[in-house]
């Protein structure tokens, strides 16, 4: 009776709380700003609404999402900040890569907003502290960068003999340098060759494979960017086309029909960006909300992909998997 009695009270608090921060508007409204495009987003967009669920807000129902898509022209992005800013929202969930978050914290001081990045935050200059941030901004580490050398391993791992590497990057992408020093480090402790191809659109990407099939490239790496994310099915395509064994960052590479993929669960992330968004507009402060650390990893091994290219996967890498694609 008591449990029940003080879920009413708060039921009724949470329903009338609208009214008071934002005057005669019906719910709150989030904005959700992001450097790419809704396709391929689908499973993350799943997380962040199921994280506003978690917390008792429904979209359409009691929440308003606005959302700002820059098709992978981060140059929009300012823009499109400043548009949420002057919509007065109550929160901006900036994702899609750190060129949103830039945007987002060069719009306002005061606004809330969660970001999502592969990176150190406080190496990046987004939060002076992981446990307690200071400021406006607060989010999720979901952990990309340090695990390229583990995807490296596996690669090895997968590909007997495998010395030579192409590695596909986009120069124009925040933290791109850094990660490709950290691959360079890794490949050179494990004694792999590594060939870096630039790449920042579709024309790219076709020149970039054309020239791993004329060295003769053993397998294919990526460093990881919002960028490829809406070009995953022509990377995996152009992959398979040229038989060319390939590990990707994410499993929504795996899922369109790649050979394999390690890294942070992305839908998991987002639901914590969801979670977090709820809670804010519960009334709680960002100081109160420490960056989350994901720790939700996902080994995926597409071995119908696998028997395509003539590769037997290694018994003891299949027990490690996560989910095996037949």
């Not at 449990?3 to 949470?14: C, E, S």
């Not at 294919?220 to 038989?243: E, G, K, M, T, Y």
């Amino acid at each position: 009776m008591r449990r029940r009695k003080f879920l009413g009270v708060l039921g009724g608090a949470a329903a009338a709380w609208p009214f008071v921060a934002f005057g005669q508007q019906a719910m709150p409204v989030v904005g959700f700003l992001n450097a790419a495009s809704s396709d391929g987003y689908a499973e993350r967009l799943r997380g962040f609404r199921q994280g506003l669920k978690d917390t008792g807000f429904v979209e359409n129902e009691n929440v308003a999402i606005e959302y700002r898509w820059a098709e992978n022209q981060p140059g929009r992005l300012p823009a499109m900040a400043d548009e949420l800013v002057r919509r007065r929202v109550a929160v901006v969930a900036a994702t899609g890569g750190n060129a949103a978050v830039e945007a987002a914290r060069a719009a306002t001081t005061s606004i809330p907003v969660l970001f999502v990045t592969p990176d150190d935050p406080v190496k990046l200059g987004l939060v002076t502290s992981m446990a307690r941030p200071t400021g406006n901004l607060t989010g999720i580490n979901f952990v990309s960068t340090e695990l390229n050398a583990k995807r490296l391993e596996l690669l090895r791992d997968l590909v007997p003999g495998v010395t030579r590497v192409a590695v596909l990057w986009n120069p124009a992408g925040a933290t791109s340098e850094f990660r490709l020093n950290e691959v360079r480090d890794a490949a050179s402790a494990m004694g792999l060759q590594i060939r870096v191809y630039n790449a920042g659109n579709s024309r790219e990407i076709d020149t970039a494979f054309a020239a791993m099939v004329h060295e003769r490239s053993d397998a294919f790496f990526f460093i990881a960017d919002p960028s490829f994310n809406n070009r995953r099915i022509q990377l995996v395509h152009l992959a398979s086309r040229h038989a060319i064994p390939a590990i990707y960052w994410q499993r929504e590479f795996t899922e369109a029909g790649g050979l394999i993929s390690y890294g942070s669960s992305i839908g998991e992330a987002f639901r914590q960006v969801g979670i977090y968004t709820g809670r804010i507009l519960k009334g709680v402060k960002v100081a109160d909300l420490p960056v989350v650390r994901s720790d939700k990893f996902e080994l995926v091994i597409n071995h119908q992909t696998a028997r395509l290219l003539g590769i037997t996967v290694p018994p003891p890498l299949l027990a490690r998997a996560d989910e095996v694609i037949e």
